[in-house]
RNA sequence: UGGGGCGUCGCCAAGUGGUAAGGCACCGGACUUUGGAUCCGGCAUUCGCAGGUUCGAUCCCUGCCGCCCCAGCCA
């Protein structure tokens, strides 16, 4: 079940569900996630998810998973299986209900046959560009085919000689007789059959000829009596077919309603772009870190609970719109400061001599793992003479509001000593190379006997046991808020953003080689960062980093 | 100039006849062994524009303006 999830707001969909309900015109909530599984699942299906399987738990009724497999020619059975880990990741249960419309063929076969005789539908022997021609324009209503007014008993025929691969493929197809002059485009008589000689991943070569969208959606719904099917705006042209479809066929009365599809600043969510980006190698794959797939997000860091919040965050309306992705990052810093424990790590190392510090002595410091969790614990964190810290922790000719270390400047290490700059070593191209401090012995674990304070608090490592990482720093896959804005004779791969990725080495604590795949950590002051799930190894650590900590001093830097 | 939709704070988004929720972002301040977190405070006399109805309109009416979708045998 899936009442665990937390529930979403207030929106025009809950109202006509409410509605309905009390009226007595519905008696139950039954929704469905209709994935293609021609390409992987991205965050704006995450919104699709959340608002099926969440109003679903919030009325007490269901959610089908259904693949919406109509189309053999970009189906496979790998994007099935990684559909079903992404949505089950997101921590949705569809129990039992796992549905195919390429299952329903027969019936909806069946159902063509019931619509001829009805004389609703015809087999036409237009080809494409016919068909296109006789659809007239925006402005202008289309003409009749020359076959629209074959006898039941011929199209009965023809109908069932296309399905026995009498004719070749694009010879025919089968179309629904409505109303050539609609203002409607989808009414002009709409394609429900095409021949087709293709593999069906599913049904192999049992069909020569496969249900349109128009024709395989709807009915699919009205199969699994789905009283709400929900859908994105651009569906809205279609909804009058699939009500005339459900009319003339005289089935279970399935409601669609459409929503705003679900934009955000700095990247794409389309699969057809998504796919262009995999298949040009613009990103190493679908769960490339920098993807908005979920299974990008996934090894980025993104705890599922994060996006499912986030997803709760955003409301479900019908204006288009870009959600900041500043969102986003906010719900994954909410709950991984909750969850992730935390850790140091030098991302650019600067080495520090503690000279009164005896040459070889080795101790162990405790840290607290998770301030905001005391069951988290506490750990050992090796300390020794020579250290590393953060190059931007250092200053030596710093401005006022600087806390961290400069030359006679006192810090605190985390969890470790007070130290004080006493001199400052560079290399003969005057850069500095290695401070030279002391330490206080009395401030062990980072309090003065003396209550002396100090501003400042930076991270460290310990230069002899320090842990070689490799780190991947992500940034915004696209420049442009809105990468689809492209300029005059561009695309939206021109506003790819060269610098989406860095990889540098950082010095952390040992234990961090010991971390799991897939493990979030905060790296204090610095971010949150997961171990990655295809090339991290005790041998070779490798993170990511999922997002950055907010950084007010970084961002006053950048105002003055 | 056909049909279908949408326009409420920088970004999302409630509200739909009784005088503008909330979140993100942003700006202050408190606190702090992460310049993190947390806490407190600020942030639309105004709801695309113009008329009208009404005691009263973001919500009703009329007319404009702007934006999005549709001419696949894709979904």
Known sequence: MN??????????????????????????????????????????????????????????????????????????????????????????????????????????????????????????????????????????????????????EENLDLFERMRNGDFPDGSKVLRAKIDMAAGNLNMRDPVMYRILRAEHYRQGS???????????????DSLERIT??????????????????????????????EFARLNISHTVLSKRKLRLLVEDGHVAGWDDPRMPTLSGLRRRGYPAGAVRDFCNRIGIAKADSIV????????AREEL?????????????LKVVIENYPEGETEELEAVNNPEDDSAGTRLVPFSRELWIERADFMEDPPKKFFRLAPGREVRLRWGYFI???????????????????????????????????????HWVSARHAAPLEIRLYDHLFTRENPNQADEGKSFIDNLNPDSVTVRTAQGEPSLAEAKAGQSFQFERQGYFAADSRDHSSERPVFNRTVTLRDSWARAQKRS
């Open 206 to 220: 049992a069909w020569s000829i496969y249900p349109t969208y128009d024709f395989a959606h709807g009915q699919s």
């Open 228 to 257: 709400y099917s929900l859908c994105t705006l651009e569906f809205e042209d279609h909804r009058p077919l699939y009500d005339w479809f459900i009319e003339n066929l005289e089935i279970f009365p399935s409601r669609q309603i």
């Open 337 to 349: 400061n909750r969850t992730a424990l935390r850790r140091m790590a030098v991302l650019d190392p």
């Open 420 to 458: 004080t700059c006493t001199d400052v070593v560079r290399n003969d191209s005057g850069e500095v190379v290695e401070l030279r401090c002391t330490y206080d012995p009395e401030t062990r674990g980072g309090q003065a006997p003396d209550g002396r304070k100090v501003r400042g608090t930076i």
């Open 324 to 331: 900041d992705l500043a969102l986003l990052q906010h719900c």
């Open 3 to 152: 009442d665990h999830l937390e529930p979403s707001g207030s929106h025009f969909i809950k109202a006509i569900i409410e509605g309905e309900l009390a009226s007595g015109k519905r008696d139950a909530v039954r929704t469905r996630f209709p994935p293609e599984p021609n390409g992987y699942l991205h965050i704006g299906h995450a919104k699709a998810i959340c608002l099926n399987f969440g109003l679903a738990a919030e009325f007490g009724g269901t959610c089908n998973l259904r693949f919406d497999d109509s189309n053999p020619l970009s189906e496979r059975q790998e994007y099935v299986d990684s559909i079903r880990e992404d949505v089950a990741w997101l921590g949705f249960d569809w129990e039992d209900r796992e549905y195919y419309a390429s299952d329903y063929f027969e019936q909806l076969y069946d159902w063509a046959v019931v619509l001829i005789k009805k004389g609703k539908a015809y087999v036409d022997d237009l080809s494409a560009e016919e068909i296109r021609e006789h659809r007239g324009t925006l402005t202008e209503p289309g003409r009749e085919s020359p076959y629209r007014g074959r006898s039941v």
